[in-house]
């Protein structure tokens, strides 16, 4: 028996072996260098235009509208319990939620839940602890409303009821005080 073929082996173990390696800091080095997925502004065709209505009861049975909150900045987030975007949004909603009841006129969230049953809308809303308004779309009426084809999607409504903005994708603390900012000061 030659002692080539151990040798070969060992080698040729090697050089698999280095190869993954340098593949797995390649991968590494790009996912650590990817920016982040965050919301970025779209064009909506109801910028500028009157909110479409929303009047409707919340998971825990509570009436809601849209209406009720005019003379405050809304902020109409679409949502769905299946969605990992939303998932990853939501920290970042709560956040802002706790921020703006501590500051005087503060804004207003509204959630609806899109394209999802109301056990699983309902589960989302208990898991993550959302104490402002949230809303089963389970028909679709306010999302068709609104133009939404997918979560998640948000509205800046301001004071008067007009729509200011509107955000594809999940949005970020940063990015819904600076939405709420430009829109005070524009």
């Given at each position: 028996?030659s002692?080539?073929?151990p040798t070969r082996r060992?080698?040729?173990a ?13 991968v590494s ?15 909506s065709p109801?910028d ?25 900045y ?8 299946w ?17 703006q009841?501590r ?10 839940d899109?394209?999802d049953?109301a056990s699983?809308?309902a ?10 308004p ?40 940063a ?5 709420l ?6």
């Amino acid at each position: 028996m030659s002692t080539t073929a151990p040798t070969r082996r060992r080698h040729t173990a090697r050089w698999v072996t280095g190869g993954l390696l340098v593949v797995l800091v390649v991968v590494s080095v790009v996912l650590a260098t990817r920016p982040t997925v965050q919301a970025t502004a779209v064009q909506s065709p109801l910028d500028g235009g009157p909110a479409p209505a929303i009047s409707t009861t919340t998971f825990s049975g509570s009436p809601v509208s849209l209406a009720s909150l005019r003379g405050r900045y809304v902020f109409v987030n679409f949502f769905a319990s299946w969605c990992p975007p939303c998932q990853v949004e939501e920290p970042s909603l709560i956040a802002f939620n706790f921020e703006q009841h501590r500051v005087p006129h503060g804004a207003a969230l509204l959630s609806v839940d899109v394209d999802d049953s109301a056990s699983a809308g309902a589960n989302f809303v208990a898991q993550w602890g959302i104490t402002w308004p949230a809303l089963p779309d389970h028909g679709g009426a306010i999302a068709n409303a609104y133009g939404v084809g997918s979560p998640p999607m948000t509205f800046l409504i301001d004071p008067a009821g007009k729509v200011v903005t509107a955000y594809a994708g999940p949005v970020r603390l940063a990015q819904l005080q600076a939405m709420l900012a430009g829109a005070r000061d524009g």
